[in-house]
């Protein structure tokens, strides 16, 4: 994203705009104006020389000492780079740069190509996240978690693969939502100057891209069309650009905005899971490798809040249709959502790649809460069983016992209390309902398994996944030792 909103690659396509320009309106004979040496009127020309636009194809990249480091106004930059072109770079296209079409050609196809550039690196970047996601909670389906209902205190046992599992189907339909919008953005064509433009000061000395095509109105639509095909754009959206770029904005808007908020109902459960030590965060001591129990604690849970707040801040500022998306003195708005965007999503994969789930922790917490989770049928009434529990009197020092014995000691105390031993089978069926999870994995399975939700979303990336995933299974493989030939 640095790169993509930097300025030497702002000032790179407003080249290559003025090319794709020249060269279409090449392909459909521009009419231009030369100065008559001897005198002040203007000559005719009919014909953009091949040379011309091969010179103008080589500056297509702006150099270092170009770009100014120092923030201007973006129309006074695009005349700072102009004159670049026209004087230094390429001066045979002095005549016929930026032929017939108004400041908001650039600008405004220049931020539909960053938002289209902008939207693909979004993409691909969640898409690898949901590929973490998916492999996490496929090798934690069965294992299993405590967590509590929604605006209660009432606890129950799913698996840790289920929470994930829905982390990664709730960024699914996000990524499905970004893909729809990257596949509707489309060119804001020529922007040509109109008679009516002509009235402007700015332009009063200018002809209209009509008159540059001789009053033929069917070259101007073709315009349109050839700088669509070259931008790599499927629409064209020049005839209701002004309502389209309004609906665009807001939909990128509310898209981040959403981004910020689901990964804020995470980072409630990364909460809850630390409070409880049954999944922490982790750093790995060796880079590369899975992080182990004695790895120390790292939290970017905090970070990732407040890194989620701030994108819904700035996804909030630019829906408002008050605020310039191509204007100003300050970033380009467009570069800060998508910067914040792409930080959320790579601090929350970088959480995702060091959880480290802690089993004593995870079946201490759930034994303790076992009672709070056992009713019927040994009872309708859980505070008559949890009245009968208070009796089996569990003292403060038994939590300093290993896990696997707090969990024996418990079960020994209920069979040797005399409501639970007349009710043996019942209290076992109590704790197998309680520690039933067969509905969690199957809902893993629809979402994270072969064939699933995320499977099908991760489709369009696969190549990309297999590049950045390429040297994992080489750092992974397992050392093979091979007796020596005669032992």
Not at 424 to 443: F, G, K
Not at 448 to 470: D, F, H, N, S, V
Request: hydrophobic share 40%; proline share 3%; net charge negative.
């Amino acid at each position: 994203m640095e790169r993509l909103f930097s300025l030497e690659s702002r000032y790179s396509i407003w080249r290559k705009l003025w090319l794709w320009l020249a060269q279409s309106q090449k392909e459909l004979g521009i009419v231009y104006r030369v100065p008559n040496p001897n005198d002040n009127t203007f000559m005719k020309e009919r014909i953009i020389e091949d040379d011309a636009i091969e010179q103008l194809m080589r500056c297509c990249h702006a150099l270092t000492y170009q770009v100014s480091a120092k923030k201007i106004d973006h129309v006074l930059d695009l005349r700072v780079q102009y004159h670049f072109v026209t004087d230094l770079d390429a001066p045979r296209s002095k005549y016929w740069l930026n032929l017939g079409v108004t400041h908001g050609y650039i600008l405004e196809n220049t931020e539909q190509i960053l938002m289209a550039d902008a939207v693909d690196i979004l993409n691909t970047k969640i898409a690898m996240l949901l590929y973490r996601l998916r492999n996490f909670a496929m090798d934690h389906r069965s294992t299993q978690c405590l967590m509590y209902r929604p605006d209660s205190e009432t606890p129950y046992i799913t698996t840790v693969g289920e929470r994930v599992a829905g982390w990664a189907k709730a960024l699914g339909t996000l990524l499905r939502a970004f893909q729809i919008l990257r596949c509707n953005i489309g060119s804001a064509g020529s922007q040509p100057i109109t008679s009516s433009e002509q009235n402007s000061i700015e332009f009063f000395d200018k002809l209209s891209m009509l008159q540059h095509f001789e009053g033929d109105r069917s070259k101007c639509e073709r315009l349109d069309d050839l700088l669509r095909r070259k931008m790599g754009f499927e629409h064209c959206r020049a005839k209701d650009y002004f309502q389209y770029s309004c609906g665009t904005n807001a939909l990128l808007g509310r898209l981040c905005d959403s981004l910020g908020d689901t990964v804020l109902q995470f980072v409630e459960d990364l909460d809850h899971f630390d409070s409880t030590r049954q999944l922490v965060e982790k750093r790995a001591t060796n880079d590369g490798s899975p992080v182990i129990a004695g790895d120390p604690l790292y939290r970017q849970s905090p970070l990732l809040k407040v890194y989620a707040e701030t994108l819904m801040q700035v996804a909030q500022t630019f829906m408002d249709p008050h605020v310039s998306k191509i204007y100003g003195h300050e970033e380009y708005i467009m570069a800060r959502l998508f910067k914040h965007a792409a930080r959320v999503v790579r601090v929350l994969q970088s959480i995702t790649e060091r959880l480290y789930y802690d089993a004593p922790n995870a079946y201490t917490i759930k034994w303790l809460k076992m009672p709070l989770m056992m009713s019927s049928p040994l009872d309708d009434n859980s505070f008559s069983i949890m009245w009968h529990l208070g009796g089996i009197g569990i003292e403060d020092d038994w939590m300093n016992l290993p896990f696997q014995l707090r969990v024996d000691g418990f079960l020994a105390r209920l069979r040797n209390d005399e409501f639970f031993r007349r009710h043996a089978d019942m209290v076992r069926d109590a704790i197998l309902s309680v520690e039933e999870v067969s509905h969690s994995q199957t809902l893993v399975d629809e979402i994270c398994g072969e064939g699933g939700i995320i499977a099908k979303r991760l489709q369009p990336y696969r190549w990309y996944i297999q590049q950045m995933t390429a040297g994992e299974a080489r750092l992974q493989a397992p050392l093979m030792i091979q007796a020596a030939p005669g032992h």
